[in-house]
Structures are given as C-alpha cells and as structure tokens.
C-alpha cells in the first residue's frame, strides 16, 4: 500500500474560516467571541469538501492512506494568547477526527497543538492527550516557531519542550515538524517560511544532544528536508566542528524526511543522499503547489511519479512507500492491523 504521511484539511468548509475570522475579530473587540457550539458542520458537508478532493486525487494517484491534519498555515498560533489557540485546535482537530470516522480506510488524524509565543509548551499536553486518547491521532504538528516567522522561541533542543516530548514518548506518537503562517514580510510563508523552517529544525537537532535524553524520540522534517539533503556535506562538516557524532549516528535514528519535493532532480536528490530508511512517502496534495507542470502535464505535488521514474529498488521503494511509515507511526500500524492491512 501508500500512505502518506502528509496531508492538510485544506479544503474545509467555508464555515470552519467563518468562525475564525470571528475569533480573530473578537480578540479587539470588534465582534463577540463565538462560542465552539456555533460552528455547525455537517457530515454531508464534510463528504462534499473531501470526495471532489483529496479522496478523488488519491484515487488518481493510487494513494491507500493519508495521515490528516489541519491546515498548517491555519495554525496560525501568533493570533491571540494560550485560550485562542486552545479553542481553535480544538475545532480544527475535532473536524480532522471526524474526517477520519467517515473514511477510516483512506485517512487517520494527527493533531496540531494549542501552542502559544512565550507560552509553555506543556500547556499543550491536555489537547495532545484528548486527541491521542479520544481521536485515535496517530502523529502531532509541533511549530517551532509559534510567533509567525519571528523565531522567538527557544530551539528544539532547550528543555522547556521536554513536557512535549515526555508525552510523545509515553503514548510512542512522532511529531511532523510544521511552522504555520508568517507574519515577518521578509519571508513567504510556504516558499520561504517553511523550507527555512526545515533547515532550521534540522540544524538545532545537530546542534544539540536531543536524543541522548529521547532516544526513542521521532521527528519527522516536511517538504524533503528544506535545505538539509542540498547541503549535507555542510552539515556533516559542522556536526564535525561541533564535535558530535557523524549524522547517521547523532540525529538519522530519530528523524526522518518526507518526499514533499515537487520535481525530478529534487527528488532523485532526497532518495541518493539520504537513506531509503529516513523517507517517508508524502506529497502534501492540496497544499502549497496546486497546479499543473506545464513541462509534464501532471500535477507538481504527484510525488509518486517522482518516486516511481527514480532510480529506487523495489525494496527501498517499499519501505518509503509503507514499511517505514509503520515504523515511525506506530499508532498507524496498530490501526491498519486492526483493519486487517
């Protein structure tokens, strides 16, 4: 089968953008603040959002399972303080499940955090708790950078995210390392913001010894890793500088990369320098980049034409397309098996 690992609810109901706006425009008091009953969402209009949607393109494209979660740019947790972004994951959230109850065979939810700039991360733990214990979410967002492309949080490694990570540890649930929207003009959220993201997330795991603490710790790094697969003959020289191990050793136990890489050569770049074991099958459809190429006819976010025209063994094309999904999503594992897959 293919799962992949990555996909937003970027289609969802007109109403769902409604209510936020609402929200937003309560926070100066130019509205009420709505309530969460007042969205009102039926199931037939979920069907409608997702059936001429993501369902249709994984039909296409011969995509078995996605791993679904809000949309990464509506995460938005600059807006507000603590109480905005808790009632607003909650809904977002809330819809993924629900999404996941109609299509158990075809999607399986992951959860984003009620995170905060300046706020601790464990305030986080109640909403990943309900969404692990009661939603069945298989994975989390966690944005480390809550303020919108300002970077004012501490980096991955600094124990003030160990809360987090305890509780990912405990429940045996990776995380996608997603930033949200960007509010810094200086950088595009989805063609600056989070490839810069990648990079950044990637060089603070070299940077730090995260893993000693969390040895069985996963992070997963989107969009093929940013920077990370260009210019690993750089990181391997400052992980030397450093004084740490090589990388396979000091970060490839515990992160992984997806194949959201929307040409060729970028792709085939993903699959020659890092192992076949460190990829998972992505393609972030409906996101970022919706249209055609017009030098190929298909879609950019097709990844698994990639895949498929690259020079992969059917054995490590196996692995990329499910078995190291399995690995890395335990939770995903234990549900396909439940299903009999």
């Known amino acids: 089968m293919i799962i992949d690992c990555h996909g937003h609810y970027t289609t969802a109901p007109p109403a769902l953008a409604a209510w936020r706006d609402q929200q937003i425009a309560a926070l100066d008091g130019s509205a009420t603040a709505p309530l969460?009953?007042?969205?009102?969402?039926?199931?037939?209009?979920?069907?409608?959002?997702?059936?001429?949607?993501q369902l249709k393109l994984m039909d296409e494209r011969g995509?078995?399972?996605?791993?679904f979660s809000p949309r990464a740019s509506f995460m938005a947790h600059h807006v507000g303080g603590f109480e905005t972004s808790a009632e607003w994951a909650a809904i977002c959230n809330e819809l993924c499940h629900r999404v996941s109850a109609l299509y158990p065979d075809r999607f399986a939810p992951a959860a984003m955090l009620p995170q905060s700039p300046g706020v601790d991360p464990a305030t986080c733990l109640p909403e990943l708790t309900r969404c692990v214990e009661e939603y069945g979410a298989v994975a989390l967002n966690l944005n480390p950078d809550p303020s919108g492309g300002h970077w004012t949080a501490p980096p991955l490694t600094d124990r003030s995210w160990y809360p987090v990570y305890e509780k990912m540890v405990e429940y045996d649930i990776p995380a996608m390392v997603h930033v949200s929207t960007s509010v810094n003009p200086a950088f595009h959220t989805t063609?600056?913001?989070?490839?810069?993201?990648?990079?950044?997330?990637f060089m603070q795991l070299v940077q730090g010894d995260l893993f000693t603490d969390f040895p069985t710790l996963r992070l997963i790094i989107p969009h093929g890793g940013g920077a990370v697969p260009y210019h690993w003959g750089r990181f391997r020289g400052l992980a030397m500088a450093l004084g740490k191990p090589e990388l396979e050793e000091h970060v490839l136990g515990n992160v992984f990369f997806d194949t959201c890489v929307y040409h060729q050569p970028g792709s085939d770049l993903v699959f020659d320098v890092i192992p076949a074991r460190n990829i998972l099958f992505a393609s972030e459809m409906i996101g970022a980049v919706r249209s055609v190429d017009?030098?190929?006819?298909?879609?950019?976010?097709?990844?698994?034409?990639?895949?498929?025209?690259?020079?992969?063994?059917e054995t490590d094309w196996a692995a990329i397309r499910e078995h190291n999904?399995?690995?890395?999503?335990?939770?995903?594992?234990?549900l396909l098996k439940g299903q009999g897959r």
Not at 191 to 201: K, R
Not at 294 to 313: I, K, M, V
């Open 294 to 313: 017009p030098r190929t006819g298909h879609h950019f976010d097709d990844t698994r034409r990639y895949a498929e025209a690259s020079r992969l063994s």
């Open 325 to 334: 999904a399995r690995t890395v999503y335990p939770r995903l594992d234990a």
């Open 63 to 67: 995509i078995d399972l996605t791993i």
């Open 191 to 201: 063609g600056a913001h989070y490839l810069n993201a990648d990079t950044t997330a």
């Open 36 to 53: 969460r009953a007042d969205l009102r969402i039926s199931d037939d209009e979920l069907r409608e959002t997702i059936e001429p949607n």
